[in-house]
């Protein structure tokens, strides 16, 4: 193969879809994209459980010049590796939530064998020539375990969620063998510059590394460029989103049921991270402090179901509920319900109609490594009358996002004086901030995340990959 033509495998826990329905989330959407455009083999979970597991044959689907391909994983596998280890022990851990971090040497043992297996049958359809690109936690070992399988071509990881910092990773029984496995890659990115520097600082002070000029971190001989490369959205195709009829029905929806109030609106998967529970507090405080907010504003939980067969999702299950119900009912009048929670699914299109009927966008995580919520909600508004972002400082967005009323999500008080200041912003302000905001987003899109990896991955040569062969070997 040509190097004009050097085709892109991607390996992600899911995969697809190829064609947007309005469902696809962050990473499927930027992933998409790239492979729409250039061709080529998308590689991950089935998302079935089967006796066989990773030893299942291969299902294949051909979208275009991409072929999506996936193996099933079964009840041992699924209950080590995704619930265990990768949700148990790697999310909380990463989340800096050592807390409820549990680790155990059985979930470790299956998490490293699924990546020997998907590495095992990944590395038949592999040409030398092929730009392998990794995604996510659930496969850190993935690219350590290709090299023993004998690729030699370019491998690159991309962690969507944070890096957390060495005091922390270091109570993870295996953290030295998880970092050393992560140097097996080419390029390794992050989505912020702190990730990036945790990583390097876990190299230095625990591998012996040393760090190098233009990103390069040296670690046993072995050098690895690690980077930030913030992900963006398809902030064009979310406008026209928000146009959409669904969309539009949606909004209509939300103004209705507010009755003229301003709608406050946070949308999250139900997780500990995304300090639902502390937004919460902070909208009752706002009740508290600022009365006049009584009966005039409405807060929107969107908060669809997440691991629910993992305790701690199902425990906060009941305390979101519990604390709005006593919201309600400590506050509520008979034409007047101040907190809905809905943990229903929507459609992107359907969101984008929701974010553009809220005069405030709560994005509040107590550690995320993006968070894309923001941006979408950026991109829905109606730059004639825009709505206020209020995000935490502790989602990856505040990098590039700052322009947004930053706040503490641990702090009832701060939260509820950025939800007043962005009830009574003025017009003019309110334009200025989205201006900016929307700069950003529509500057930094998820086409330009994904040329900006892939450029770093192939040694930082501008020239553009032919379309890629979906053929499936063996």
């Known amino acids: 193969m040509s190097e004009e033509a050097k085709r892109l495998v991607v390996v992600s826990n899911r995969v697809g879809p190829l064609n947007d329905e309005g469902k696809a989330g962050g990473l499927a959407v930027g992933l998409a994209d790239a492979l729409r455009r250039r061709g080529g083999l998308w ?25 999506l391909v996936t193996i099933d994983l079964n009840k041992e596998e699924l209950a080590g590796f995704y619930y265990g280890y990768a949700n148990r022990s790697l999310w909380p851990l990463l989340h800096y939530r050592l807390d409820i971090a549990q680790f155990d040497r059985q979930s470790d043992r299956v998490y490293r064998s699924v990546n020997q297996r998907f590495a095992a049958r990944l590395h038949p359809q592999l040409d030398e020539s092929d730009i392998v690109w990794v995604h996510d936690y659930h496969f850190f070992y993935l690219g350590s375990e290709l090299r023993q399988c004998g690729f030699k071509g370019r491998l690159g990881f991309f962690l969507h969620i944070p890096f957390c910092p060495p005091e922390i990773l270091t109570a993870l029984p295996a953290s030295h063998d998880l970092v050393r496995a992560m140097l097996a890659y080419d390029v390794v990115g992050f989505q912020t510059a702190q990730d990036r520097r945790n990583f390097v600082a876990f190299c230095i002070q625990e591998l012996g590394g040393e760090e190098l000029d233009n990103d390069r971190v040296r670690v046993s001989g072995r050098t690895v460029r690690a980077s930030a490369f913030p992900i963006g959205i398809d902030a064009e195709g979310f406008a026209e989103f928000a146009l959409s009829p669904e969309a539009v029905e949606h909004e209509d929806m939300v103004r209705d049921i507010a009755h003229g109030r301003h709608q406050i609106v946070g949308v999250d998967r139900l997780d500990y991270s995304k300090g639902i529970i502390e937004r919460l507090r902070g909208f009752e405080q706002l009740l508290e402090d600022y009365p006049e907010n009584r009966g005039a504003s409405q807060f929107l939980q969107v908060a669809p179901l997440s691991r629910a067969e993992l305790d701690a999702y199902a425990e906060l299950r009941v305390e979101v509920e519990q604390l709005a119900g006593n919201i309600n009912g400590r506050f509520a009048t008979l034409d007047w319900t101040p907190v809905q929670i809905m943990t229903r699914g929507f459609t992107r299109r ?14 509040t995580p107590l550690r995320d490594g993006m968070n894309l919520v923001a941006k979408e909600y950026v991109a829905a508004q109606n730059s ?8 935490s400082r502790f989602a990856g967005a505040r990098e590039e996002l700052g322009q947004a009323l930053i706040v503490n999500p641990y702090s009832s008080e701060d939260v509820a004086r950025a939800m007043q200041r962005a009830l009574t912003m003025s017009l003019s302000e309110r334009k200025e901030r989205h201006d900016a905001l929307r700069r950003t987003v529509f500057g930094n899109t998820a086409g330009h995340w994904c040329a900006a990896f892939l450029s770093a991955l192939e040694d930082d040569r501008p020239e553009v990959a032919a379309q890629g062969n979906p053929v499936i070997k063996g």
């Open 43 to 67: 590689f991950g979970w089935s998302g079935d459980v089967s006796p066989q597991g990773t030893f299942s044959e291969l299902k294949t689907e051909i979208v275009g010049s991409t072929a």
């Open 384 to 391: 004639d009358d825009p709505g206020v972002l209020v995000l």
């Open 350 to 363: 359907a969101l984008a109609g929701i974010y553009r009927a809220a005069r405030v966008c709560m994005v």
